[in-house]
């Protein structure tokens, strides 16, 4: 079942065109990443999905006009209040809500072994590693229990090893739970480790120029067969952001599913 679908997403700034006419869709329990160059107007996606800021075009959930609220969203950034301790960072979005803080710990505090922070509930932020950071974001995003995630480049700020462990963790969570997520980032490795379908765009102003599917089983091990698949679809992918393809679409309503 379609949950979002975007169809002919434009946005100038002023004079200045960012986005091109985008469209796409996610599936019920798919991991789509979209992927192109920094400065390529991928926020600028999320900015309208969130109801942040407006655009051109038409942007569906369930079949309905979009509404924001439908939307979980994990920044760049681990954005913990330094002054609250991890349980209490974990809590913040269900009190935005309406939800009494004990009431919130209750429901938060069962998930913190599994998200790999059992013993660090009373910590405070500055006392987490880089990658428990981005954990305990995470938590907070996912326990909002909204009908999708948004997750804006959350390993960008990381060293490379936590990096990667955090993406291989990342997948063994979504294979655990099926969220359906839609990843912003510029990292091709990241994208094809992560992902069932990667929307690749163009520099600014963004155009979608092809829709790659990754069929690689999961779980994503490390084995040598699935890195030379993995391989050959970041070699493609690479191809394709060096300006190797074409859009796949140009009809007017901007459609490319």
């Known amino acids: 079942m379609t949950r979002l679908e975007l169809r002919n997403m434009r946005k100038n700034f002023g004079a200045l065109e960012v986005l091109a006419g985008i469209s796409l869709h996610v599936e019920e329990g798919e991991f789509v990443s979209i992927l192109g160059p920094s400065g390529a107007g991928k926020s600028t996606l999320f900015q309208l999905l969130t109801g942040a800021i407006r655009g051109e075009g038409e942007m569906r959930f369930d079949g309905a006009p979009l509404d924001g609220a439908r939307f979980a969203f994990m920044p760049q950034r681990d954005a913990l209040m330094p ?32 998200f790999g922070l059992a013993g660090f509930e009373r910590a405070w932020p500055a006392e987490q590693s880089g990658g428990m950071r981005q954990r305990a974001a995470l938590l907070r995003t996912v326990v909002q229990q909204r009908d999708m995630l948004l997750l804006d480049e959350p390993f960008g700020a990381l060293d490379a090893l936590t990096r990667a462990a955090m993406q291989r963790w990342l997948e063994t969570m979504w294979r655990n739970h099926r969220w359906t997520a839609l990843l912003i980032t510029h990292d091709v490795r990241e994208a094809v480790l992560l992902s069932d379908r990667i929307y690749v765009l163009s520099a600014r102003p963004a155009r979608v120029v092809r829709e790659v599917a990754v069929p690689l089983p999961r779980p994503r091990t490390e084995s040598a067969a699935l890195a030379r698949e993995a391989a050959a679809i970041e070699a493609g992918i690479l191809d394709i952001l060096l300006g190797a393809a074409e859009p796949i679409s140009r009809q007017s309503d901007g459609e490319n599913r």
């Open 83 to 114: 002054w609250r301790r991890v349980i209490d960072n974990a809590t913040l979005g269900l009190e935005v809500q309406g939800m009494k803080r004990r009431a919130a710990r209750e429901r938060v505090a069962p998930l913190f072994a599994e």
